[in-house]
């Protein structure tokens, strides 16, 4: 089936270690590229985005994500975490078909670093 | 940034009852709405996407008649769980976005829902 895959569900990290968070999909064509940070107690939060262009990716607060077509990859990289960057991640795609958008997520990896 | 209102964020209601749950896009106007449903310690499952002025497309598995959507306006999707049972029990999330081929989505608080 098609779908959004998160190969990590639980990392634990100390602080200034670096992170790499894995995601795969499986749909054709074009697609759009997303992750989404959710802290705890607060929404869910656009961290980066892909489209077209360079396949490297920066966003918000050091993070940065690569899209590597033949892979159907998009994984998500910090060099150094910080406690602060203890939530939930979640990669998403989005993508044009059956005459509407569809906004489909991965099933989150819990990130907790420890001070 | 854009502001997305979900009433309510929790209800309890009765087996075989109707419950209706408001997302509001607060100073946006959003053509396209997305309701999710999560499970605890699960991921978001996309339940249908709303477009204003049309009828929702509907995930495979998702039942229709039970969730009933209405985008009525640009501002405002809403989402009835008709006739209710304890297996509907869960945390629905609405999103909107001012784009919804490229653009990122706001979320609701999301609604927690306790069938009894």
Same mark, same amino acid.
């Given at each position: ?20 968070? =894995?995601?795969?999909?499986?749909? =054709? ?32 607060? =050091? ?35 059956? =005459? ?16 | ?12 209601? #009765?087996?075989?009852?109707?419950? #209706?749950?408001?997302?509001?896009? +607060? ?27 049309? #009828? ?19 501002? +405002? ?27 990122? +989505? ?9 069938? +009894?």
């Amino acid at each position: 089936a098609q779908s959004v895959s998160q190969h990590n569900h639980h990392v634990i990290l100390s602080e200034a270690a670096s992170l790499e968070l =894995g995601c795969n999909y499986s749909y =054709g064509g074009t697609v759009n590229l997303f992750w989404y940070v959710q802290y705890p107690g607060q929404h869910l939060q656009l961290l980066l985005k892909y489209f077209s262009g360079d396949p490297l990716v920066k966003g918000i607060k =050091g993070f940065e994500a690569e899209f590597i077509k033949s892979k159907f990859s998009f994984n998500l990289r910090k060099p150094s975490v910080q406690w602060s960057d203890t939530a939930e991640y979640f990669c998403a795609v989005n993508r044009f078909t059956s =005459g509407t958008y569809k906004y489909i997520f991965g099933t989150g990896t819990r990130l907790k670093v420890l001070a | 940034g854009a502001v997305v209102s979900q009433h309510p964020s929790w209800v309890i209601c #009765k087996s075989g009852t109707s419950v #209706k749950i408001e997302c509001r896009s +607060l100073d946006f106007q959003a053509t396209t709405m997305f309701w999710y449903r999560q499970f605890p310690k699960q991921s978001l499952m996309l339940m249908a996407t709303s477009n204003e002025g049309s #009828k929702a497309t509907y995930e495979q598995g998702v039942e229709k008649d039970k969730f009933l959507i209405n985008h009525a306006s640009l501002t +405002l999707s809403t989402l009835t769980v008709t006739s209710a049972h304890p297996e509907d029990s869960s945390f629905y999330i609405c999103s909107a976005a001012i784009s919804p081929g490229t653009g990122e +989505l706001f979320f609701g608080s999301g609604t927690q829902l306790s069938v +009894l």
